[in-house]
């Protein structure tokens, strides 16, 4: 059996069931993406523990997106499996690694979609340097049939990482989205032919990276240039995006206390969030 295939076993059969969940299609992107390590750590010939890493090589860091140990070795090897996930010391391509914990005893998506790491895991992160440093959220609207059918400006041009970097720190730092599942989201989606963009005078000013699980449209990552387009035409693009692929709902990813704005201008038209998720962002410093 490959090491794909011992990953996503683990993640299937050795773990309680009620914690583990994968979105194959979405897993076989995200190991093919050159910035993505997965490993598998075996005793004898049996899985006992798995890791997967991503580099963002955006704001030089890393992204530690999944721990998984089977029970009954947790206290045993979880500590190894972290140590031996980071980089040794600080260099000039990474300088901070940053994962997201979730305290729920089940995820509301699957992996990679939701890429969390379980509340067990903390105190394991902790004793490696570790420490919360905000909070990201998952908020969840209803698509309602009432809504008037919005007028989408999306296209699917291409934009290299180097034009996607120039609009990412074109961004207030208030508003910016500093953590590296961000730019997983755009590299994932990227891969699966779900990155959309709004383009203006040859030049970007809108992407989003979205995937359709289910019914609910999963907004991954998203970022906009306000003095281009506004709060209130970026969401009504936003759920106009929502409406074409036939969801019933649509759940974003944001990084707490940023983007009020544009959420207040939400909430005002579509409704408080019929679901909110908060994951612990944790990071730990090089």
């Known amino acids: ?27 076989q992107l995200l190991m093919n993406l050159e910035d993505s390590m997965f490993f598998v750590s075996l005793l004898a ?18 992204a530690l997106l999944s721990v998984r140990v089977v029970p009954e070795y947790r206290n045993r090897v979880t500590s190894h499996i972290i140590k031996s996930s980071l980089p040794f010391f600080r260099t000039v391509a990474i300088r901070e690694v940053d994962c997201l914990v979730s305290s729920a005893k089940e995820d509301s998506l ?46 699917q041009t291409p934009m290299s990482k180097e034009a996607q970097k120039g609009l990412f720190w074109k961004i207030d730092v208030k508003e910016r989205q500093d953590y590296s599942h961000f730019w997983m989201g755009i590299d994932l989606c990227g891969a699966a032919g779900r990155l959309y963009t709004i383009s203006k005078d040859e ?42 692929s036939g969801a019933h709902s649509i759940s974003i990813l944001n990084l707490e206390n940023t983007r009020s704005s544009f959420f207040d201008h939400i909430t005002s038209i579509y409704g408080e969030p019929v679901k909110v998720t908060t994951l612990k962002l944790m990071r730990k410093n090089l």
């Open 45 to 62: 010939d049996d899985a006992i523990g798995a890791s997967a890493i991503y580099k963002d090589t955006a704001r030089n860091a890393m």
């Open 1 to 27: 059996m490959n090491e794909v295939n011992l990953w996503l076993n683990l993640g299937r059969d050795s773990i309680s069931s009620y914690e583990a969940s994968d979105d194959v299609e979405n897993v």
């Open 110 to 155: 699957p992996f990679p979609i939701q890429n969390t790491l379980y509340s067990w895991s903390e105190q394991f992160l902790s004793e490696h340097g570790f420490s919360e440093t905000g909070f990201v959220k998952i908020q969840t609207f209803k698509i309602s049939k009432s809504f008037p059918e919005q007028i989408s400006q999306w296209d």
């Open 203 to 244: 030049h970007c000013v809108a992407v989003v990276g979205a995937i359709l699980y289910q019914d609910q449209l999963i907004i991954m990552a998203m970022m906009h240039d306000v003095s281009e387009i506004d709060d209130s035409s970026f969401a009504s693009n936003l759920f106009a995006l929502a409406q074409e």
